[in-house]
């Protein structure tokens, strides 16, 4: 049984040990009264009061020293001793044994009652109070109870017996400090209770702050777990997403380039009337002329082009979406082309050159060309159509051909219902195309366009390998750059407006503002139409200190010299040694 349930019994039969103690009290005064009939009736009467009062006090400790006892605490055991009780000589007929609290406040009120209790009303009765005094009398070891442990709880008891008298004192015998201490009243008693049961609520916060904290605790591992989960998921979102993002970037990166730089083989196409822009890009792409139909598709709607015709078109793998979007949007041929409709322009070619070659391939003549390309009012219309590309050539002096450099060598679909001009500005497109990227990075280099074009005309001549363009390139801007002319013999044959293979010092003297024996710096402008690898030789060449080169006619390769007495020497040995 628990401790709460042994309270509530004794609590319950509070009033049975109540009733029993004041029954066994009438009992005592009956029988005293038959010993001693011949004592008056004021006496008797104190006497009764007397036990009365012993008896109901008896009670109550038997109660409430009992209910006491098993509410201690093992500290209050540690500091408790034994008790020994002094009792007078004089003692009362019967006894009673009183359960003493081992605690320091009980200990103190079971002295005070047992005093009070044992006071002797008379003289004659001394020979039988002492022999059943040293018959009930506890010695020292007969106080020493053992202990007594409740379930549930960690306090402990001792019990030990105390003496009660239930002989009625004498009313008339002096009361001395001692025995006129009083009882501790009902409403001490009921603070007591009320500070116990403060204790048990106590414990009870106890254990629930500590199922409380453990619940909280695992509260909070979960927690923890599912910040973890929710972690590795969002890391493992974010490096998917990422790997997505990446690719779906390259793969458009990709679909926007050329398929294929290197393949120049025309492929004839045929778009229907009425097809969509997303119809034409599969259409391309089946005819392998584009990478991916739907990046054409997306292209075309975030740059806004519209208007494609209808026909029949040429296209190369090396053609760029801008450049298949143009010729879409300039119309196609109502009939299949055949060879005769292409114009490929060689690189390195002249205007003069090309003017010839459409002559041939297309129903227009030489002198026409020739005509378009010395016409300022449809120039002018070039420059505002494109400012960056032709700006530098709109202020150059003494040209022969303000468009000389900027007919990008390609090939080109030669229609009967295109016009010159329109198959001139499909090449001035082109180049403008191939240097769009570069247009800062001219900048940044301190160069013009009209430079750059100038220099790429010659390199493209003057080395056959990349390599060798890369190199001669430096070695012009290092003669730029010591104030050296360049000394080319492609300036040369410009000026002289013909074709040889070997260059005399008579054709080195010819009076040209294109002759760069004569004249230092870049010239007045191009000498040719570059390719984008010249283009590309001169925004990026190979650092060295030459100041010459000459090539080996025989072979082609370039050999390079830091002084004149050096190249020479490579001259005698590369160039002269067939003489």
Do not use: C, W
């Not at 007495?565 to 490579?570: G, K, S, T």
């Amino acid at each position: 049984m628990s401790e709460d349930q042994n309270q509530h019994s004794e609590e319950g039969s509070f009033k049975e040990q109540i009733m029993r103690a004041l029954e066994e009290g009438r009992k005592n005064r009956e029988v005293e009264s038959t010993k001693k009939p011949t004592e008056g009736s004021s006496t008797s009467e104190a006497k009764k009061d007397t036990d009365d009062d012993g008896d109901l006090a008896s009670s109550y400790e038997r109660l409430f020293g009992n209910r006491q006892s098993k509410k201690d605490t093992t500290a209050s055991e540690q500091k408790s001793k034994p008790i020994e009780k002094e009792v007078k000589k004089e003692e009362p007929p019967k006894e009673k044994e009183l359960s003493i609290d081992k605690s320091s406040n009980s200990e103190s009120k079971s002295k005070a009652e047992i005093k009070k209790k044992v006071e002797k009303p008379a003289a004659e009765d001394k020979k039988t109070i002492n022999k059943k005094e040293q018959k009930t009398e506890p010695s020292k070891a007969e106080t020493k109870q053992p202990t007594v442990r409740h379930s549930g709880t960690k306090k402990t008891t001792k019990a030990v017996p105390s003496i009660e008298e239930s002989k009625p004192k004498d009313v008339n015998e002096p009361k001395n400090d001692e025995q006129v201490e009083e009882e501790p009243s009902i409403f001490h008693r009921l603070g007591e209770k009320f500070e116990e049961l403060r204790h048990m609520d106590e414990e009870f916060e106890g254990d629930l702050s500590e199922e409380s904290n453990l619940k909280r605790a695992e509260r909070r591992k979960e927690d923890r777990v599912v910040r973890k989960i929710v972690y590795i998921l969002t890391i493992g979102i974010l490096i998917v997403a990422g790997v997505l993002a990446i690719s779906g970037y390259n793969y458009v990166s990709a679909g926007l380039k050329p398929l294929d730089k290197n393949d120049k083989k025309l492929v004839q196409v045929e778009v229907p009337s009425g097809s969509s822009n997303r119809q034409i890009g599969d259409i391309l792409q089946d005819g392998d002329v584009i990478r991916d139909g739907m990046v054409f598709n997306f292209y075309t709607k975030f740059k806004n082009l519209t208007n494609f015709q209808a026909g029949y078109y040429q296209f190369s793998p090396n053609m760029t979406l801008d450049q298949i979007s143009k010729e879409l949007q300039q119309g196609g041929s109502a009939e299949p082309l055949d060879d005769a409709s292409k114009l490929t322009v060689p690189e390195g070619y002249d205007v003069d050159k090309i003017a010839g070659l459409v002559a041939k391939k297309t129903d227009f003549k030489k002198e026409d060309f020739i005509k378009v390309m010395k016409d300022e009012k449809f120039f002018d219309q070039l420059k505002a159509q494109y400012p960056d590309l032709l700006g530098d050539a709109a202020n150059a002096k003494d040209v022969r051909y303000r468009l000389e450099g900027y007919l990008f060598p390609a090939t080109y679909n030669v229609h009967k219902n295109r016009s010159l001009e329109d198959l001139v500005t499909q090449m001035v497109d082109t180049t403008n195309q191939i240097l769009t990227p570069y247009y800062s990075q001219i900048k940044e280099k301190g160069l013009t366009v009209q430079e750059v074009m100038t220099l790429a005309s010659l390199v493209e001549k003057e080395g056959v390998t990349q390599s060798d363009r890369k190199k001669i390139a430096q070695v012009f801007f290092n003669r730029i750059k010591a104030q050296m002319p360049l000394q080319s013999d492609i300036s040369i044959l410009y000026a002289l407006g013909e074709h040889k293979e070997v260059v005399t010092i008579k054709d080195t003297e010819v009076d040209s503002p294109y002759n760069l024996y004569t004249n230092a710096g870049y010239g007045p402008g191009p000498f040719d139409n570059p390719s984008q690898e010249a283009i590309l030789a001169v925004l990026d060449p190979t650092e060295n200190d030459y100041i010459y080169f000459v090539a080996d006619i025989s072979t082609g390769k370039v050999y390079y010299a830091k002084t004149y007495e050096e190249h020479m020497e490579l001259v005698e040995k590369y160039v002269n040694k067939e003489k």
